[in-house]
């Protein structure tokens, strides 16, 4: 299996700036999450997904923050309008049924806003 | 929620010594998972593991659930080992609650 495929894997924008990431789970898993990591904070649940349907969203910082998964094989996090308070990495996760199950990340998208 | 506590927060190896890092949770889990992130940022799941002990090459995992703890086992250690090992348990049936991490550094 290809593994957990996140997009960009860098990005670098200028604040204000709408900014999407993308990711593509390992087929067949139910469940994707996204996180946030920073070194104030550590790894943050910002919203998980099951079948495609967003089940709890509020680990999301604010209403700039969005997420959508139109099907099972992609999903996105928007940020619009982007501050620089926001520069960390995004990493995307899969399982498989529930979190009593393995979870396998993606490489992460290291964000910076400037 | 579940607290999690790893220790050390730090430690440095010399190239082919062993060590043992260890997390403690604040209540009963029902499954445990180690991940290591290593130096170029990915996370790697290593261990899924709920009771007893797992081996995968040079690691290995135990999970004692009764007494709140799991330790991740390396031998002969090798530079590739370095990175920060996490240790995660559920903190509902959804959420996962990591630790803070133990940053493994080992010298060649």
């Known amino acids: 299996d290809a593994g957990v495929i996140q997009s960009p894997r860098h990005e670098v924008t200028e604040m204000g700036q709408e900014v999407t990431l993308r990711c593509k789970p390992i087929s067949g898993h139910d469940y994707l999450f996204w996180y946030r990591q920073t070194m104030m904070r550590g790894l943050e649940l910002l919203i998980y997904f099951n079948n495609n349907v967003p089940i709890d969203d509020s680990g999301m910082p604010e209403d700039r923050f969005s997420a959508k998964m139109p099907n099972a094989s992609f999903s996105t996090l928007k940020i619009q309008p982007s501050e620089p308070r926001d520069s960390a990495v995004y990493f995307c996760a899969s399982s498989d049924r529930t979190v009593n199950q393995p979870q396998h990340f993606g490489d992460g998208t290291r964000l910076s806003i400037l | 929620g579940i607290q999690v506590e790893q220790s050390p927060p730090d430690l440095i190896l010399q190239e082919g010594a062993n060590s043992t890092l260890r997390c403690n949770f604040s209540d009963s889990v029902n499954n445990l998972q180690w991940f290591h992130q290593n130096p170029w940022g990915q996370l790697i799941n290593l261990f899924y593991i709920p009771s007893g002990t797992k081996q995968n090459g040079r690691l290995s995992a135990t999970t004692v659930a009764t007494e709140r703890y799991s330790l991740l086992y390396i031998s002969s250690s090798q530079t590739t080992d370095s990175g920060v090992y996490f240790c995660?348990?559920?903190?509902?049936?959804?959420?996962?609650?990591f630790g803070a991490g133990t940053t493994v550094t080992v010298r060649a």
């Open positions: 995660a348990g559920p903190a509902n049936d959804y959420k996962l609650s």
